[in-house]
């Protein structure tokens, strides 16, 4: 047994090199990232800067005095409650640039999600109704993919309901989505969406991430290498340089992240 204690404890220090090795790694892969994503939102033309826009939904689709409209950005994290950031008093969790939107915008101190689970609240949130009228009560576990059920079936959970970008490309906003959607049939673009790189299901690694690719006709599955996080966040970059080429025409772009689940 004190040889096994002896083992153990020489294993526990050996280990401890190599745990501060790839912290070290990840923090400096994290900072690489976080320069490079602010050189290409800095070579952004000012117009399609998200930290230049104007934070007024309830305006989105009505002119300004100046003629211009507001574009939008709509970042959701995953089952995140409010206890876990800095800004509603957690002293523990770092969650600095969260910290930072909520100091230079609103910070919400009474408003409710209408369901603790992730699809019936994001549901919510797009269509504006609670999940009696939307019909997603719960987790969706099939209909995403294909690979999901033994009969390969795809659902269209919200088929035949409006949703907000469908209201935004009505009045001519370009609507892209990166990351998570996982509210049935990720392999269709759905909701006013042009621009779609959907999360193929609800959650899942977050290295070789299984994604759906809809820019050919027929969209396929693919792992995503890069840890995926950072490749939401590229692909929302993407399409903010890809709006460059109109730049009279106002975007909406929806960020869905599967972390912090």
């Not at 990166?178 to 759905?190: D, F, I, L, T, V």
Request: proline share 7%.
């Amino acid at each position: 047994a004190a040889t096994m204690i002896a083992t153990s404890a020489k294993q526990v220090a050996s280990s401890r090199p190599r745990q501060a090795e790839r912290s070290d790694q990840n923090r400096r892969r994290e900072e690489g990232n976080q320069l490079a994503w602010r050189r290409r939102l800095a070579a952004l033309p000012r117009h399609l800067n998200p930290t230049s826009t104007v934070p007024a939904v309830s305006s989105a689709a009505l002119p300004s005095a100046s003629g211009a409209r507001a574009n939008l950005l709509v970042i959701i994290t995953d089952d995140q409650g409010l206890w876990t950031l800095g800004c509603y008093g957690n002293d523990e969790c770092k969650t600095p640039h969260l910290d930072g939107l909520a100091s230079e915008g609103l910070l919400f101190r009474n408003f409710f999600c209408v369901s603790p689970v992730c699809s019936p609240a994001r549901a919510s949130m797009l269509t504006g109704r609670i999940p009696s009228q939307h019909g997603i009560h719960d987790w969706l576990a099939g209909g995403n993919t294909p690979v999901e059920t033994d009969d390969g079936r795809l659902d269209e959970y919200l088929a035949g309901q409006s949703g907000y970008t469908d209201a935004l490309a009505a009045a001519g906003y370009i609507c892209g989505l990166s990351g998570k959607w996982h509210m049935g049939h990720s392999h269709k673009p759905q909701k006013g969406f042009s621009f779609w790189r959907p999360h193929t299901k609800g959650g899942g690694p977050y290295y070789h991430a299984p994604m759906v690719d809809t820019r050919s006709s027929e969209p396929a599955q693919y792992e995503e290498a890069r840890y995926v996080t950072d490749a939401f966040t590229d692909t929302a970059l993407a399409f903010l340089e890809e709006r460059v080429v109109e730049p009279t025409t106002p975007w909406c772009c929806y960020v869905g992240y599967t972390a912090p689940h």
